[in-house]
């Protein structure tokens, strides 16, 4: 782990098979994290842009009618809140 734990029993504790450990920590990202990676990107250019004055509501319209992208306002929001974005 990135914290110097040994894995054994950190997996232990934690209850899961170090196995499982292994498998999650090399898995692939999901549709949805790749999706939202892009949309992020789009959410700082588009909150950059705003001179850091739009919030989610503001935003998701910029998104849906000014650049044409399906992205659900609650998508925005969570996006918005993960990164820290007012």
């Not at 950190?10 to 949805?32: D, E, L, N, Q």
């Not at 999706?35 to 739009?54: D, G, K, L, N």
Request: charged residues 25%; proline residues 3%; hydrophobic residues 40%.
């Amino acid at each position: 782990m990135s914290a110097g734990l040994p894995i054994e029993p950190t997996c232990r504790i934690v209850g899961v098979s170090v196995s499982g450990f292994y498998m999650w920590k090399h898995r692939k990202p999901s549709a949805r994290s790749v999706r939202h990676e892009m949309v992020a990107e789009v959410i700082r250019q588009v909150h950059a842009e705003s001179r850091q004055t739009y919030g989610a509501r503001r935003v998701h319209a910029e998104l849906v009618l000014g650049r044409k992208m399906t992205v659900a306002r609650c998508t925005v929001e969570l996006v918005m809140g993960r990164n820290k974005l007012r």
